[in-house]
């Protein structure tokens, strides 16, 4: 009878020492995941700090951009009176060269050509 008893104590020993193994692969494992876990808060850290940085190069392209619109916005409303002007001017450039012909022929109007 007596038999029976140690068997089952030794089992039960044996058990308790696969639980124990257990434990320490548990304990094992959450460790492991706690330095997974960590590592992930280092990188969502940096990641929040790209985020940032491009947020901001982002807002630095918009005012830009909005600069940019307001120069085009100038210049493409002058382009009406520099066309005018050119209107102007061209018609100007044969008269002009008439008269330095008309000069060139004036007695004493003559420049020095050395």
Known sequence: MR??????RIKVLEDIAELRRSAQLIAENIA????SAAGINRHAGMIAKEITTLTE???GIDSSA???????HAIAA?????????EVVDPLESTVARL???VDRIPGGKRNQS
Not at 32 to 35: H, I, M, R
Request: aromatic share 4%; charged share 25%; proline share 6%.
């Open 32 to 35: 492991a995941l706690s330095e």
């Open 66 to 72: 909005e600069k940019i619109a307001e120069g085009a």
């Open 57 to 59: 190069a982002a807002a």
């Open 78 to 86: 002058t382009l009406p009176r520099i066309q005018r002007l050119a």
């Open 3 to 8: 038999r029976p008893g140690i068997l089952r």
């Open 100 to 102: 330095g012909w008309v």
